[in-house]
């Protein structure tokens, strides 16, 4: 999706906008992430105009830093909440947890230590990072669980073509 060309500059309206590369930084819980962005550059104030769309991935790509590494303190939590466009009771419904215990984990009156849950959020920014949706289309198919037939026959090729899974 691309968003049409800025043509004038909305601070000073002068129409000499250029092509720049900017640098952007996001401060979250403490730390400071930056990167650079494909920007639109006003010539006459130096007024910089980044798209929506870059915006949005460089906040997914932070929120999976944090995720990575295992921050999921108060700001962490809402930021990541906010990169994946959630509502805060829909994440509630896809993390099975009450409207309030996320809402407490995202103003730090109880902390966020279920290594589960970390995990569930971990993958939901992935997914979304990778333009993928598979963790949040199984957690919502678990609440309508498909039937699984008495019998079922799994396929010679998909055990071959799995990875060796057994541990030493
Ligand atoms: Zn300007």
């Known amino acids: 999706m691309s968003t049409p060309k800025l043509r004038n500059c909305i601070r000073c309206e002068s129409d000499r906008l250029v092509d720049a590369k900017v ?16 920007a639109r550059r006003c010539a006459n104030c130096g007024e910089e105009y980044f798209t929506l769309a870059d915006l949005a991935r460089f ?9 990575d590494a295992g921050v999921f303190d108060a700001p962490a939590v809402l930021f990541m909440r906010k990169a994946l466009g959630l509502p805060a009771k829909d994440l509630a419904a896809l993390l099975d947890v009450r409207a309030e215990t996320l809402s407490r984990w995202e103003n ?18 992935s997914d979304r990072a990778a ?3 598979t ?31 057994t541990r030493e």
């Open 23 to 38: 640098e952007r930084v996001r401060e979250v819980t403490g730390r400071l992430f930056s990167t650079v962005l494909p």
């Open 135 to 165: 963790t949040e289309s199984y957690l919502r198919s678990l609440v309508k669980p498909r039937r699984l037939a008495k019998r079922v026959k799994v396929a010679a090729r998909e055990v071959a073509a799995l990875e060796q899974v």
């Open 59 to 67: 906040d997914l790509a932070v929120a999976r830093s944090l995720a």
């Open 108 to 125: 730090g009156k109880t902390p966020l230590v279920d290594r589960p849950v970390k995990a569930v959020l971990h993958q939901l920014v």
């Open 131 to 133: 333009g993928a949706s």
